[in-house]
């Protein structure tokens, strides 16, 4: 059984700061690529960033790019999502998908939301003007 556990949302002004975490908690020892997607009120979930299992990899939807950073712990299984120079139109609720990827495979990652196994609970950011 494999859970994803998120934190670090909040309520923030324009212009602000905030970092997001996911912890991969699993019964055994594995490897995952990682990625983060938000769902803004109203709207469809959307791709936001992605990392490879070993950290090495990243992409970006273009609306972040300058401004959020993905970064990957491997040992911990933990993924990180800075956010600067947020924006109101960041508001969102944003979660954090893992796929288990074999040895072989560190820099694989995904940017569809459909090809992710593994969805945490959410956690709400919201930017105010």
């Known amino acids: 059984q494999v859970q994803l556990v998120e934190s670090g949302g909040g309520l923030v002004q324009d212009g602000d700061s905030l970092r997001l975490s996911c912890t991969v908690s699993a019964r055994s020892d594995g490897a995952y690529a990682m990625g983060w997607f938000r769902q803004p009120p109203g709207k469809e979930r959307e791709f936001v960033a992605a990392?490879?299992?070993?950290?090495?990899?990243?992409r970006y939807t273009d609306s972040v790019k300058g401004r959020f950073t993905v970064t990957k712990d491997s040992a911990k299984n933990t993924m990180s999502l800075q956010m600067n120079s947020l924006k109101p139109e960041d508001t969102a609720v944003y979660y954090c998908?893992?796929?288990?990827?074999?040895?072989?495979?560190?820099?694989?990652?995904?940017?569809?939301?459909?090809?992710?196994?593994?969805w945490g609970q959410g956690t709400q950011v919201t930017v105010s003007s």
């Open positions: 998908a893992a796929n288990s990827v074999a040895s072989g495979a560190s820099s694989y990652l995904w940017t569809r939301r459909y090809d992710y196994v593994y």
């Open positions: 990392v490879s299992s070993s950290g090495a990899i990243s």
